[in-house]
């Protein structure tokens, strides 16, 4: 668990780094740039990441969508280096602590919620879904960190 709120370099993670934490990044980035936190360095990483894969197509049509792009995006394979750049890593599965653990990160490691649906292969209605739903949770999870480091 996360030892201390801060919030100037955050990790999201996922399987592929195709999809969700894609998606979880360039949400927390608007985010943080609404809020004036200009400062705060986003990225996002998978455990099983082919290195320069391109977002999925139904991704980057949904963020596009609601008026961000993805189609610059290159996925990242999870490793020690990026693990060690982080302060806050935040993943969308359980299994995926046992990643970031087993590569030194346990006392970073945060699940955004139980378990967030990998939209991976299905309709462009699921990556809405999913969307909507990580929009909620990392507005939720960020407003948390925020009012934690501003009461220290």
């Given at each position: 668990?996360?030892?201390?709120?801060?919030?100037?370099?955050?990790?999201?993670?996922?399987?592929?780094?195709?999809?969700?934490?894609?998606?979880?990044?360039?949400?927390?980035?608007?985010?943080?740039?609404?809020?004036?936190?200009?400062?705060?360095?986003?990225?996002?990483?998978?455990?099983?990441?082919?290195?320069?894969?391109?977002?999925?197509?139904?991704?980057?049509?949904?963020?596009?969508?609601?008026?961000?792009?993805?189609?610059?995006?290159?996925s990242?394979?999870?490793?020690?280096?990026?693990v060690?750049?982080?302060?806050?890593?935040?993943?969308?599965?359980?299994?995926?602590?046992?990643?970031?653990?087993?590569?030194?990160?346990?006392?970073?490691?945060?699940?955004?919620?139980?378990?967030?649906?990998?939209?991976f292969?299905?309709?462009?209605?699921?990556?809405?879904?999913?969307?909507?739903?990580?929009?909620?949770?990392?507005?939720?999870?960020?407003?948390?960190?925020?009012?934690?480091?501003?009461?220290?």
């Amino acid at each position: 668990m996360v030892e201390e709120a801060m919030l100037s370099k955050i990790l999201f993670v996922c399987t592929g780094n195709t999809c969700r934490s894609p998606m979880a990044e360039v949400i927390a980035k608007n985010f943080l740039v609404s809020r004036g936190l200009l400062e705060v360095s986003v990225r996002s990483a998978g455990i099983a990441a082919e290195s320069g894969a391109r977002a999925s197509v139904n991704a980057m049509e949904v963020v596009s969508s609601a008026g961000f792009d993805l189609s610059g995006h290159k996925s990242t394979m999870l490793d020690e280096d990026i693990v060690g750049w982080a302060e806050v890593i935040i993943v969308m599965e359980k299994h995926h602590c046992d990643w970031v653990t087993y590569l030194g990160g346990e006392d970073k490691v945060v699940v955004l919620s139980e378990d967030i649906l990998d939209p991976f292969g299905c309709d462009q209605e699921v990556y809405h879904q999913v969307f909507s739903a990580l929009g909620i949770l990392i507005k939720d999870t960020l407003e948390c960190f925020l009012q934690d480091t501003h009461s220290s």
